[in-house]
C-alpha cells in the first residue's frame, strides 16, 4: 500500500497473522495507509502520546503484553511504577513491545485488531 492521502500510518510487523488481517480488511475497503515495519521504525514518542489519548490514558494497552520482551524485562510489574515518559521512551526504542497492529490517522487511533471496532470508523466504512 502506497502512502495514505488521509495521513493514516499502520505499524504493523509481517510475521503477524493479526497485522496481516487489518491490513487484508483495510486493502478490501480500499483504504490507502503507509505501512511501517514496528520493529525498524517503532512509533515516536508523540506518536505514542497521540495514541495515549485515544486509549484513555491507559497505558498498558500500548504494550504488547504476550510478548516475550515484555516479559522479560518484567514490565507486568515494573510498569504500574513507570511514568508515562519512561514508558513511552520504552515503547518508541523498541517496537517489539508496542501492540500491534498499530494504526494512527488524524482522527484515529487504534491498537490490535478487533474487526467490529474497526468498521465503526468513518474513514473505513
Not at 488524524?106 to 466504512?125: A, M, N, Q, T, Y
Amino acid at each position: 500500500m502506497r502512502k495514505a492521502p488521509t495521513g493514516i500510518r499502520v505499524y504493523a510487523y509481517s510475521g503477524c497473522d493479526t497485522c496481516r488481517k487489518a491490513l487484508r480488511f483495510l486493502e478490501s475497503r480500499g483504504i490507502e495507509v503507509e505501512v511501517l515495519a514496528i520493529r525498524e521504525t517503532p512509533p515516536t514518542p508523540e506518536e505514542l502520546r497521540r495514541m495515549l489519548k485515544h486509549l484513555g490514558g491507559d497505558l498498558r494497552r500500548l504494550f504488547n503484553t504476550s510478548g516475550q520482551d515484555y516479559r522479560a524485562l518484567g514490565l507486568s510489574e515494573r510498569l504500574p511504577g513507570m511514568s508515562v515518559d519512561d514508558a513511552l521512551g520504552l515503547l518508541a526504542a523498541n517496537g517489539n513491545l508496542v501492540k500491534r497492529p498499530f494504526l494512527l490517522g488524524p482522527d484515529i487511533g487504534l491498537v490490535g485488531f478487533r474487526e467490529e471496532e474497526w468498521k465503526r470508523l468513518s474513514v473505513v466504512g
